[in-house]
């Protein structure tokens, strides 16, 4: 079972309360990580990563264990704890500005 904690405007739209828990399979990358949140909430789509590109969108970043992982490959293994359902997988909206 994989936690992922998302931003506030995404659990808005994609109706949830809290953490999402998911299970993922054998493997727990971003990659699977994201395919089933999108699979368990289709209005997610597009949101977190392009759809044609499945490339991270600009402005959204991945963290766990308090590791940046958004520049990571999508299909390398996630934290150890993470895979555990110990410590959370963060979908994280950037901020920039000026």
């Known amino acids: 079972m ?17 953490e999402v828990q998911l299970h993922v399979g054998d493997t727990a990358t971003q990659r699977t990580v994201l395919d089933a ?4 909430y289709p209005m997610l ?4 990563r392009d759809q044609l590109t ?9 963290f766990a264990c308090q ?3 958004s ?3 999508p299909d ?3 934290p150890d704890e993470v895979a555990r359902g110990t410590e959370p ?8 500005g000026g």
């Open 45 to 48: 789509r597009g949101t977190i």
């Open 67 to 69: 590791q940046d992982l």
């Open 89 to 96: 997988f963060l979908v994280v909206g950037a901020m920039a």
């Open 37 to 40: 949140l999108e699979a368990s």
């Open 2 to 18: 994989i936690r992922v904690q998302l931003p506030a405007h995404l659990r808005t739209l994609g109706r949830v309360e809290g």
């Open 54 to 62: 499945m490339r991270r969108r600009p402005f959204v970043r991945f």
């Open 76 to 78: 390398n293994p996630l």
């Open 71 to 73: 520049h990571e490959a």
